[in-house]
């Protein structure tokens, strides 16, 4: 059981809304997901965190496949209906996914990723003086193989356990300077500037946002 002080704090991380999917032999699964992120940076990886559990994993097992819809900030339905095990509903409303464009895809949604399975975990650790923790989701790395583009320009829909849902507010600051700018200014006023050899870090690549490795 998880120390409630650790959920208490871990529910405060407010992350994007994903709709996980996969098809085999003709059946469709899907569930919502707020654990799906990339992982690597030239080689597009994402990792999905799935329970044996539902009736989706199954489905990525044999079709060594998934696909992830990057739900807007007015798709709650298709979010909230994604949550629960869809045999509860009786798969009744298939208007939530729709497979027009050769994948399981949300409707509406942002974007969505076409995902191959190159890599699976069921525990971490067992290595290098490491113990072994089992897991109680599967951890799948997939190869982004091919992407769909949405309603790129819409706020993305967020979900934390503690905060709810919620749709991505006011920008955190206004284009223009920032601290990377004054950090660079005090630099050259120290007569100590980056070199040119300094290679850009993926803040750089992202305009200032967080770094993969931070």
Request: charge should be negative.
């Amino acid at each position: 059981m998880i120390d409630p002080g650790i959920k208490r704090c871990l529910g405060q991380m407010m992350k994007g809304v994903q709709v996980v999917a996969a098809v085999h032999e003709g059946t469709v699964r899907a569930y919502c997901s707020h654990w799906v992120c990339q992982v690597s940076f030239e080689e597009p990886i994402l990792l999905a965190s799935v329970s044996p559990r539902h009736d989706t994993h199954p489905l990525i097992v044999a079709s060594g496949a998934f696909t992830v819809s990057i739900l807007a900030g007015d798709q709650v339905e298709a979010g909230q209906y994604f949550s629960y095990p869809g045999r509860r509903f009786r798969h009744v409303a298939p208007e939530f996914l729709s497979t027009d464009r050769g994948h399981p895809v949300v409707p509406g949604a942002i974007a969505w990723l076409h995902c191959g399975v190159i890599d699976r975990l069921r525990s971490l650790g067992g290595h290098d003086g490491f113990p072994e923790i089992p897991l109680d989701h599967e951890l799948f790395f997939a190869r982004v193989l091919e992407v769909g583009e949405g309603r790129l320009r819409e706020p993305p829909l967020l979900y934390s356990s503690r905060l709810g849902w919620r749709i991505t507010g006011e920008r955190a600051r206004e284009p223009g300077e920032s601290i990377r700018d004054r950090l660079l200014a005090r630099l050259a006023a120290a007569g100590d500037g980056p070199g040119d050899d300094d290679e850009p870090d993926d803040g750089d690549r992202l305009g200032d946002g967080p770094a993969a490795e931070a």
